[in-house]
């Protein structure tokens, strides 16, 4: 028994054998590479520290001036402007002040007015529209028989609808209208037509609006007025910005006045409210966003998600 424990403490007084491995045999870490396809000893949310070196702010924002900005805005106000003019015809229409035949004269002069200022101006892009101006005439034409076969359908459609039902509806597709309008500016070589939705309200609160009037001529001027003015002057109005600033603030300035003028022999509360909402549209808004601009903070960085830029005739370049 001696023995034993004598055996036990010379164990207990040993020195172990060390286990650990000198530093020469610790395996090194291979360094972090940005690549998923790739298992690695690193965390999946592990970043080096050149994580940040490559981080922009507000690389793409864009500095606007503040004439810029309101002279952009104008295509805003023109629009505002177009649907005021055309609730004020319909009063006009709607309270006997504005004749079917005077309505039908002047949408249609100033169709064809608004056509020889666009064929004139697509002629210097496309000089050979000869098979262009047949097909648009005859489909004028069609159109125009088939509106007036249509007439009488389109005023009987929402005639027992109460006033009131009338009234609230017109005004909800109006602002249909406005809020679903494009309003992109484009190109003079891509003036497309304007957005269906948009196009559609304003339409259609046309009809309700044309089933109020008491003859079949009345409806016709002001569904032939209607396509005319939410159809074919958007076009017109893009056209006329995209070849001159000058005359884009022209024309915003004559729907400005027409509309101001209209409506002063209706309501002239309206009219105030008119003047100060489109001073606050044209002229306050664009100082508020370039007051505001001051607060943007966009960051970009290498957490972004590659965005190819596709170029003819060359291979796919990523960024």
């Given at each position: 028994?001696?023995s034993n424990?004598v055996?036990f403490a010379?164990?207990?007084?040993s020195?172990?054998?060390?286990?650990?491995p000198?530093?020469?045999?610790?395996p090194?870490?291979?360094?972090?590479r940005k690549l998923?396809?790739?298992?690695q000893?690193?965390?999946?949310?592990?970043?080096d520290?050149?994580?940040?070196?490559?981080?922009?702010?507000?690389a793409?924002?864009r500095q606007?001036?503040?004439?810029s900005?309101?002279?952009?805005?104008?295509?805003?106000?023109?629009?505002?402007s177009?649907?005021?003019?055309?609730v004020?015809?319909?009063?006009?229409?709607?309270s006997?002040?504005?004749s079917?035949?005077?309505?039908?004269?002047?949408?249609?002069?100033?169709?064809?007015?608004?056509?020889?200022?666009w064929?004139?101006?697509n002629?210097m892009?496309?000089?050979?529209?000869?098979y262009?101006r047949?097909?648009?005439?005859?489909g004028?034409v069609?159109?125009?028989?088939?509106?007036?076969?249509?007439?009488?359908?389109l005023?009987?459609?929402?005639e027992?609808?109460s006033?009131?039902?009338?009234?609230?509806?017109?005004v909800?597709?109006?602002?249909?209208?406005?809020?679903?309008?494009?309003?992109g500016?484009?190109?003079r070589?891509?003036i497309?037509?304007?957005?269906?939705l948009?196009?559609?309200?304003a339409?259609?609160?046309s009809?309700?609006?044309?089933?109020?009037?008491?003859?079949?001529?009345?409806?016709?001027?002001?569904?032939s007025?209607a396509?005319?003015?939410?159809?074919?002057?958007?076009?017109?109005?893009?056209?006329v910005?995209?070849?001159?600033?000058?005359?884009?603030?022209?024309?915003?300035?004559?729907?400005?006045v027409?509309?101001?003028?209209?409506?002063?022999?209706?309501?002239?509360?309206?009219?105030?409210?008119?003047?100060l909402g489109?001073?606050?549209?044209?002229?306050?808004?664009p100082?508020?966003?370039?007051?505001?601009?001051?607060?943007k903070?966009?960051?970009?960085?290498?957490?972004?998600?590659?965005?190819?830029?596709?170029?003819?005739?060359?291979?796919?370049?990523?960024?």
């Amino acid at each position: 028994m001696m023995s034993n424990c004598v055996h036990f403490a010379t164990f207990k007084g040993s020195r172990p054998i060390s286990q650990t491995p000198s530093p020469l045999q610790v395996p090194t870490k291979p360094p972090w590479r940005k690549l998923l396809y790739v298992k690695q000893d690193y965390p999946d949310n592990y970043v080096d520290e050149t994580f940040l070196e490559e981080l922009q702010k507000n690389a793409n924002v864009r500095q606007y001036e503040y004439w810029s900005v309101v002279l952009e805005s104008t295509i805003i106000s023109q629009h505002i402007s177009s649907i005021v003019i055309f609730v004020a015809i319909f009063i006009y229409l709607y309270s006997g002040l504005l004749s079917s035949h005077a309505l039908i004269t002047m949408g249609t002069v100033g169709t064809m007015i608004g056509y020889g200022f666009w064929d004139w101006s697509n002629t210097m892009l496309t000089p050979d529209s000869s098979y262009q101006r047949r097909k648009i005439f005859k489909g004028a034409v069609l159109f125009f028989l088939t509106l007036l076969g249509l007439t009488p359908i389109l005023k009987t459609l929402t005639e027992p609808t109460s006033q009131d039902t009338i009234w609230a509806l017109t005004v909800i597709l109006f602002l249909a209208n406005l809020a679903f309008h494009d309003y992109g500016s484009g190109n003079r070589r891509n003036i497309k037509y304007p957005g269906s939705l948009s196009t559609n309200a304003a339409i259609f609160a046309s009809v309700v609006l044309a089933s109020r009037l008491t003859t079949n001529l009345h409806v016709f001027g002001l569904m032939s007025f209607a396509v005319e003015w939410f159809a074919l002057f958007p076009m017109l109005r893009r056209q006329v910005r995209s070849i001159s600033n000058r005359g884009n603030l022209a024309l915003t300035i004559i729907l400005f006045v027409t509309a101001t003028i209209l409506f002063s022999q209706i309501s002239p509360a309206v009219v105030v409210i008119y003047i100060l909402g489109m001073a606050f549209l044209t002229f306050v808004c664009p100082f508020w966003l370039i007051w505001i601009q001051r607060y943007k903070n966009e960051i970009h960085g290498p957490w972004d998600e590659a965005r190819p830029k596709i170029q003819h005739g060359r291979s796919i370049e990523y960024n």
